[in-house]
């Protein structure tokens, strides 16, 4: 083996051992051979209801020329980033209000709401909001800000003390000591929980657009798709949604590094 | 060795610490605590102060600390600065806490220039100020950077240059000797006793269980511990128990002391009365 060989064959081998950080090559090398066993497996799966990688390939470009995929996914796009935007500034809104002592115990119940089914709101906000897309927008942004809520007032109240009083130690006054610490302090905390919790509108849209289909959506075509046990197109569908939320992610990870690039300078995975 | 007698007066009180007493959760922490820190002037020269409060662990330095930083008021007595004395709060003291904390969210400039802004200084004073801080302490190359890009040192320098950005000449450091490096701590000293002589009013109130560290650096060493009972139990809560006036004994403000018999005999005598406290 020659020599550029050998080193990187043991730069391979260190995939293996705790806590060691690879050269871009050597990870690209792991992630293809990964993509390929499980391409290759998928392939050549028993399973008979698992659809082959051909069909389920061949099906997305079928579902975007003849059933208007690019449309639906359009559609689902507009209502998760609505849906994102309105719990994000609630969530971030009502966690940094728990500075106030006056509001930790209704944001706490807030955040106990992810308990709760979702299923037994629908016919509450159908009252209240009436149907269409304002019902899916509602029911997005709740179940969205529960969970983001929780996490955001939890960023917020495990600031320690220490750094309240260095504040205070630089003359700035309580509604400061909120500014410097409690909302510029914990923006690249804000943006990866964000990252967090706006992968759960994806999971929940499928949910609420099929509550109501007439606006479509790609949780109703995925809907559709499954009622007639169309397994190739459901695969498809998925792969999609899957997609569009790693785009999501990094896109969220790319603002996160351009606003806080202190965030990430120390960290050994960056 | 024979040492030069140094002259110098004995001016207005600059931090009067009178009758503190502290307890938490129904425990005595500070016990009437009193000292009083005066302005020492030497004829033809800036001479600040450094005074050491030293102790063991647990004997309450981190709460005195508190309380001198105006953090925390102390259940009975007060704490008074400058001349004319008032009462000190939050902010009027600069205060360097154990780990050097700095905004992490800000680059090194901005975090002196939110510190002056927040003493009042307009956006240019403040920065102007704060690239000349920043040269003074050695930073200049680090302004653009972020804390987390600092070394210990470097972080250690830019807290403190912050703290002169916006508070007055008294200055509190907590275990600023802790976990350093024998070159380190060397140059930490240094740094300190090179600060203390930029002001005749620059003082500084070193909170330390290092006890060769501080009497390298000071003037004054106040030693914190607890009385005895007559059954030789110890009473609950820490007071002074000795003031050590390192300029009678020849040992503030000359260079090289750290080698001389006095020294290591300084060292010893306060080491001994630490294991009485």
């Known amino acids: 083996m020659t020599p550029a060989g050998s080193r990187k064959a043991a730069g391979l081998l260190q995939a293996f051992s705790p806590n060691k950080i690879l050269s871009r090559s050597a990870t690209n090398i792991i992630v293809a051979t990964q993509v390929v066993v499980f391409l290759l497996i998928w392939a050549f799966a028993s399973f008979k209801v698992l659809p082959k990688p051909g069909e389920v390939f061949a099906s997305i470009g079928d579902l975007w020329t003849n059933q208007g995929l690019g449309q639906e996914l359009l559609s689902s796009l507009s209502l998760n980033f609505e849906a994102v935007l309105i719990s994000a500034v609630l969530s971030i809104g009502l966690a940094y209000l728990t500075v106030l002592p006056f509001f930790r115990p209704l944001v706490a119940a807030i955040g106990k709401g992810r308990f709760l089914s979702m299923a037994g709101f629908t016919l509450v906000f159908t009252l209240l909001v009436g149907g269409g897309h304002p019902l899916k927008l509602s029911l997005l942004v709740f179940a969205m800000t529960v969970f983001f809520v929780t996490s955001m007032a939890s960023v917020v109240a495990e600031i320690p003390k220490a750094d309240f009083d260095y504040a205070r130690t630089l003359r700035m006054k ?10 510029l302090g914990t923006v690249d905390k804000a943006f990866e929980v964000l990252r967090q919790n706006a992968a759960i509108g994806w999971m929940m849209l499928t949910m609420v657009e099929g509550i109501y289909r007439g606006e479509g959506g790609i949780g109703a075509l995925l809907l559709n798709q499954q009622k007639f046990f169309k397994m190739s197109e459901v695969f498809g569908i998925q792969i999609i949604i899957l997609i569009v939320g790693l785009c999501q992610d990094l896109i969220i990870g790319a603002v996160r590094r351009f606003v806080c690039p202190y965030a990430t300078l120390t960290l050994e995975r960056k | 060795m024979l040492r030069e007698k140094i002259a110098y007066d004995v001016r ?10 502290l307890n938490l959760g129904g425990r005595p922490i ?32 981190t709460q ?3 309380i001198l930083a105006g953090l925390n008021p102390p259940d009975s007595g007060h704490v008074l600065i400058g001349d004319p004395p008032v009462p000190v709060a939050a902010g009027m003291v600069g205060v360097v806490a154990q780990h050097y904390p700095l905004l992490h969210h800000r680059t090194i400039l901005g975090n002196l220039v939110v510190a002056g802004r927040q003493a009042g200084q307009p956006a240019k004073a403040a920065e102007t100020e704060a690239q000349r801080l920043l040269e003074v302490f ?9 804390p987390v890009q600092l070394s210990g040192g470097q972080r250690q320098r830019a807290a403190i240059a912050q703290q002169f950005m916006c508070s007055n000449q008294l ?35 070193i909170v330390t269980h290092d006890i060769a560290s501080a009497i390298e650096v000071c003037d004054t060493l106040m ?55």
């Open chain 1, 174 to 183: 309580e509604w400061r000591v909120v500014w410097e610490v409690v909302v």
């Open chain 2, 223 to 277: 030693v914190l511990g607890r009385d005895k009972g007559p059954d030789g139990h110890f009473i609950p809560g820490a007071k002074i128990q000795q003031t050590v006036d390192l300029i009678a004994r020849g040992l503030a403000w000359h260079t090289g002391i750290s080698r001389t018999p006095e020294f290591h005999a300084a060292v010893n005598e306060v080491k001994d009365l630490f294991a009485h406290l």
């Open chain 2, 138 to 146: 050695g930073l200049k190359e680090q302004g653009e950077k972020y």
């Open chain 2, 30 to 61: 500070l016990r009437d605590v009193n000292f009083e820190v005066h302005n020492l002037y030497r004829p033809g020269m800036l001479q600040g102060q450094v005074v050491g409060l030293l102790g063991p662990s647990g004997m309450g330095k």
């Open chain 2, 64 to 66: 005195l600390f508190r």
């Open chain 2, 12 to 21: 207005e009180c600059l931090l009067s610490v009178k009758g503190v007493n």
């Open chain 2, 171 to 205: 200055m509190l450091m907590d275990e600023p000797f802790s976990g350093l490096d024998p070159l380190a701590l060397a140059r930490m000293c240094q740094f300190i006793k090179d600060i203390a002589q930029t002001d005749e009013h620059k003082t500084f109130v």
